[in-house]
């Protein structure tokens, strides 16, 4: 209950800040645009650099139809331990 009310709160804030302080909130706005735009950047090179690391033997997963060979013998073993 307590975490709605705040919400709501903070919510009636922001918008009072949207119409009270156009240039404040635009501000907010810009600042919370960069700190997301650095966080997402810094992801998606962590990312990139441990698709690399981890990726360097060259093997391709296997297709699916090659997989599904499997699937009764998966599906038995789930019922026979039931």
Known sequence: MRFIFNFILFGVLFYA????????????????NSIYE?????????YHRAQEW?????????????GLILLPLWIAEKIRFK
């Open 54 to 66: 981890g990726g360097g033997k060259g093997e391709t997963p296997a297709p699916v139809h090659q």
């Open 38 to 46: 650095f966080l997402r950047s810094i992801s998606l090179q962590l």
């Open 17 to 32: 800040i949207y119409i009270a302080f156009p240039e404040a909130f635009a501000t907010m706005v810009g600042w919370a």
